[in-house]
């Protein structure tokens, strides 16, 4: 067993298949599988199951991913650190985001950062908050930006960017002249809540129970799992919904969607730069740390 072989093995497991790992490694398949083959001969087991046209791991290669996950992590930062050492900003940094910063915050930074600095690499790695910070307890990422405060003592986390939300609408909606709404009357209309687990939901659970309500008061029609999905929803008549107004920029600017206030309700909030208390950051995720304060100014 070796680290390039842990390397191939959770390439397989992130991206379900064989043929789709060796593209990204620049690997034939029959290589690929070779490869998985002498960890299973190592390890007497099998790793991966071949389910119609995924590849998924077995409980014992589930096991394995999260092990090769943090001894590629501490690969990067050994790598990292010795270049610190002799005078270079180089290595590899993977950083975590939830869905919005993810999508609309994070790749501007790093595209900055990369400029700066052009001898280092960075993974995003996109999920909802509940899964990025589940991910920086288990030590698989160093940082991450999310939408949401934990009350967990083992978290470090730091205001860094503002974000507005706003009631979004379909142009031909009954409330389309108006600005803002009271909230008994969005508690009547068709509600689309994002999924358990994200930094929207928690938010906006937040500012309900500030004003006095719960988000379980909310008409909520259907759950989905992304803002995407929420966006493709809202414009096609299922129901209103509460998102981040940098995820609907472009909707709102072409008047796809519409954005609304609701009275009593404060719908701003905070993005987090998130890490571990017992985990002492190495040089290059620091200075993406300060990167991230910067665009927070």
């Known amino acids: 067993m070796d680290l390039w072989q842990l390397h191939i093995f959770t390439k397989v497991v992130e991206l379900k298949s064989f043929s789709k790992a060796g593209a990204a490694i620049h690997l034939s398949q029959p290589t690929v599988s070779s490869h998985i083959k002498d960890l299973e001969d190592h390890f007497e087991c099998r790793l991966i199951d071949r389910m119609g046209k995924e590849a998924l791991p077995t409980k014992a290669g589930a096991l394995l991913y999260g092990y090769a996950r943090k001894l590629l992590t501490l690969k990067n930062e050994t790598e990292t650190a010795l270049a610190q050492f002799k005078g270079k900003t180089k290595g590899h940094l993977v950083v975590g985001g939830s869905t919005i910063p993810g999508g609309y915050i994070l790749p501007q930074i790093i595209g900055s950062f990369i400029k700066n600095y052009p001898e280092v690499t960075v993974s995003l790695e996109i999920g909802d908050t509940e899964d990025i910070v589940k991910a920086i307890r288990e030590g698989l990422i160093e940082i991450g930006l999310v939408g949401a405060r934990y009350s967990d003592k083992n978290l470090i986390q730091e205001e860094v960017i503002r974000d507005s939300m706003a009631l979004v609408i379909p142009p031909d909606h009954t409330w389309k002249d108006l600005r803002r709404v009271t909230l008994d009357m969005l508690k009547d209309e068709p509600f689309i809540a994002r999924e358990y687990g994200s930094g929207t939901l928690k938010s906006l659970t937040r500012s309900l129970q500030d004003a006095g309500s719960e988000s379980s008061a909310l008409k909520i029609v259907a759950t989905m799992g992304n ?30 969607l519409l954005a609304l206030d609701v009275e009593g309700v404060d719908l701003s909030r905070y993005f987090f730069l998130t890490t571990h208390r017992s985990r002492t950051l190495s040089p290059l995720c620091q200075s993406f740390a300060e990167a991230i304060r910067e665009a927070g100014l």
Request: glycine share 14%.
């Open 227 to 256: 803002t995407a999905a929420v966006r493709q929803g809202v414009k096609s008549g299922i129901g209103v919904s509460i998102l981040s107004t940098k995820a609907v920029e472009d909707d709102l600017a072409n008047g796809k």
